[in-house]
Nanobody
Framework: QVQLVESGGGLVQAGGSLRLSCAAS????????MGWYRQVPGKQRESVAT???????NYADSVKGRFTISSDNAKNTVYLQMNSLKPEDTAVYYC????????????WGRGTQVTVSS
């Protein structure tokens, strides 16, 4: 089992920055992909950014150039640096750790609220 704990959410004005962190504990030896997702009420959860264990990253078009995902393997932590925030970035942000080859190894955090005021 893997436990994920997110932190760093909050309220920020448009144009501001936040840094989200997601710390993992437990049996993460099989994890090869980590990512951040977000969800607003009434909409499907969407991928924001992902990073593989080898460092390959992928971003949603809506956040390219503004958000940066990174990981610290020694600390079992993944980060999301969010700059130039917009009101439309307001959502609950979830981290996800998984083994893309094993559907049973797929873990989610409980989420952290990010609110961007205009």
């Amino acid at each position: 089992q893997v436990q994920l704990v997110e932190s760093g959410g909050g309220l920020v004005q448009a144009g501001g920055s936040l840094r989200l962190s997601c710390a993992a504990s437990g049996s993460i030896y099989s994890i090869n992909t980590m990512g951040w997702y977000r969800q607003v009420p009434g909409k499907q959860r969407e991928s924001v950014a992902t990073i593989t264990s080898s460092g390959l990253t992928n971003y949603a078009d809506s956040v390219k150039g503004r958000f940066t995902i990174s990981s610290d393997n020694a600390k079992n932590t993944v980060y999301l640096q969010m700059n130039s925030l917009k009101p439309e970035d307001t959502a609950v942000y979830y981290c996800r750790f998984r083994d893309v080859f094993r559907s049973s190894d797929d873990y989610w955090g409980r989420g952290t609220q990010v609110t961007v005021s205009s």
